[in-house]
């Protein structure tokens, strides 16, 4: 059976939810029985999102092989249950190294290197590959591939892509290949009108660049009127039926539901020639879990204290994880959100007000030094309090600075990310690592962790295994040479890596829950299996 493509483009502004979209549209396809991959192209130069501030383009997510990519892939490994490698994230400086390298050994043979042929071709030799690598942990490869191409249509950036994709369905043959264009209906004046022409002009200009989109995911806050479906199939050259309102619904996962009232699988099916089965299992699942999480009503408050906070996106993970974990203990999530620097300015504001009335303190990972003493200061806080507290990578690593300073007494202790002439140096640069280049430089991926003790709450959490593997994402770890000290007071490294050198995992002894994690437990969170770590903190919060 030939490959299928599903391809979902975006028009009038970033941000529609084209990720949700893709992932969304993924999850049925999945749920008439085919396997389903997903590619995500991002139009900008970098090589990969490692580099970027979260301030800006959100987090870097992480995958096993350790490619630092785009946060909307962690939404089809969250959605599809899916592990994918960093060659499902396209960047535009990815293709112009590999053609300009191509061109370097001379593989163009004096030909003059242009955008059309070489790098759309690249393009789609790169499409054409990577769809067929499995994601799902089976072997064979998979029959449908989600591609989800960044920015908007009509930007600089993205028209190559937009080229290569138009070229792309005629190699592959249309019948095997649907466009999906996500679009927005705005609501303008006291009439409360949707208005359709940002959409017509999208989709023109779209149409205008060699591709006809097969349905029109339309954004708004309320369900699209039938007059609008009706002018928007007119002017847009679709069925009506063909035409889906993707408004506001109660909570994400109602939005593969939302798509399937409307005959989304239907539609997939005629274009791409697949059969629905009766039973769909997976569906049931999902509207299963959309009802939970709408039942669910009493609060739960975990403060997080970062220093991106003005953009949540820069926590998606994170966020994910709790709520994943909120679901499980049946209590509905509120996020105190904290900026670190405001626990440095006094202890009586509304900062410290949120901190103390918190069910629970995560502390989450993050570089540089604005907001260490903040963060310190929570982790502090948590440890004399007994409040439920998470540490994951820097929230590991400033959980020891405060333990050493307060427990130990070992006055100045810190890490050397932060002063590098620390009379206590606790934490400390990895040997191996390279000083030279901030880009794919850390210890990144899958790493194993092997537990050093019989029992401890977050090895049952785990489910008593006797190792387990999560990403990384760090160039500092804990100093060995001070690990006996701080066990002998009690922070005790229950997990290390297979060396028995590097500390993975703490827990502080008589303490409800006070465990930090220098790996990030949630990149693998999935919905249904929340993240250990997460789960047992919320646990602890909720008193169970």
């Not at 992932?23 to 970098?46: C, E, H």
């Not at 369900?223 to 619904?249: E, G, M, R, W, Y």
């Amino acid at each position: 059976m030939a490959m299928r493509y599903v391809v979902v483009s975006g028009g009038v502004l970033s941000g529609l939810g084209k990720g949700v979209t893709a992932s969304s549209i993924g999850v049925l396809l999945k749920s008439a029985g085919l396997r389903v991959t997903a590619i995500k192209i991002d139009p900008y130069l970098n090589s990969d999102a490692g580099t970027m501030s979260p301030f800006e383009h959100g987090e870097v997510f992480v995958l096993d092989d350790g490619g630092e990519v785009d946060l909307d892939l962690g939404n089809y490994e969250r959605f599809l249950d899916v592990c994918l490698t960093r060659e499902n994230n396209i960047t535009t400086g990815k293709v112009y190294a590999k053609v300009i390298e191509a061109e370097r050994r001379g593989d163009y043979l004096g030909k003059t290197v242009q955008v059309v042929p070489h790098i759309t071709d690249t393009v789609q030799d790169w499409i054409e590959e990577v769809s067929h690598y499995p994601s799902d942990g089976l072997d064979g490869s998979p029959d449908v591939c989600v591609i989800e191409l960044g920015g908007t249509v009509g930007d600089i950036e993205s028209a190559p892509f937009v080229e290569a994709l138009r070229q792309f369905q005629f190699r592959v043959g249309v019948d095997n290949i649907c466009f999906v264009h996500v679009s927005l209906i705005p609501v303008i004046g006291v009439v409360g009108e949707q208005k359709t022409k940002p959409t017509q002009h999208t989709v023109k200009e779209l149409r205008g660049l060699g591709i006809t989109p097969d349905l029109l995911v339309c954004r708004s806050e309320t369900p699209l009127t039938d007059d609008v479906k009706s002018k928007l199939a007119l002017f847009c050259h679709v069925d009506p039926s063909a035409v889906i309102s993707a408004h506001d619904v109660s909570n994400l996962y109602r939005v593969p539901l939302l798509l399937e009232q409307q005959g989304v699988s239907q539609l997939l099916s005629q274009k791409l020639g697949f059969d629905i089965p009766a039973n769909r299992p997976l569906l049931d699942e999902w509207e299963e879990m959309a009802e939970r999480i709408d039942g669910i009503s009493e609060d739960i408050h975990i403060a997080v204290v970062g220093k991106y906070t003005g953009l949540v996106d820069s926590y998606l993970s994170v966020i994910k994880a709790l709520q994943h974990a909120s679901f499980e203990v049946g209590r509905k999530l509120v996020i105190d959100w904290i900026e670190a620097t405001d626990l440095e300015k006094s202890s009586d504001n509304s900062a410290w007000k949120s901190l103390r009335s918190a069910d629970g303190v995560l502390v989450p990972g993050g570089f540089g030094d604005r907001g260490i003493e903040g963060k310190i200061l929570a982790a502090n806080y948590a440890r004399t309090t007994n409040k439920p507290y998470l540490g994951v990578c820097l929230g590991l690593q400033v959980a020891v600075v405060e333990f050493c300073r307060n427990v130990l007494g070992w006055e100045g202790a810190n890490s050397t990310e932060f002063d590098e002439q620390t009379p206590h140096p606790v934490i400390v640069f990895m040997p191996e690592i390279s000083k030279s280049h901030l880009g794919g430089t850390m210890r990144l991926g899958s790493r194993p962790t092997i537990f050093q003790v019989e029992q401890s709450n977050i090895r049952t959490l785990y489910g008593d295994s006797l190792h387990v593997d999560e990403r990384h994402r760090h160039r500092y770890e804990v100093n060995p040479d001070c690990v006996d000290a701080i066990e002998s007071k009690g922070l005790k490294f229950v997990g290390k890596d297979e060396t028995g050198q590097r500390c993975e995992i703490f827990e502080l002894e008589d303490h409800p829950y006070f465990v930090g994690t220098q790996y990030h437990p949630e990149f693998k969170t999935r919905p249904n299996r929340p993240s250990p770590p997460f789960l047992g903190l919320l646990e602890a919060a909720a008193k169970q």
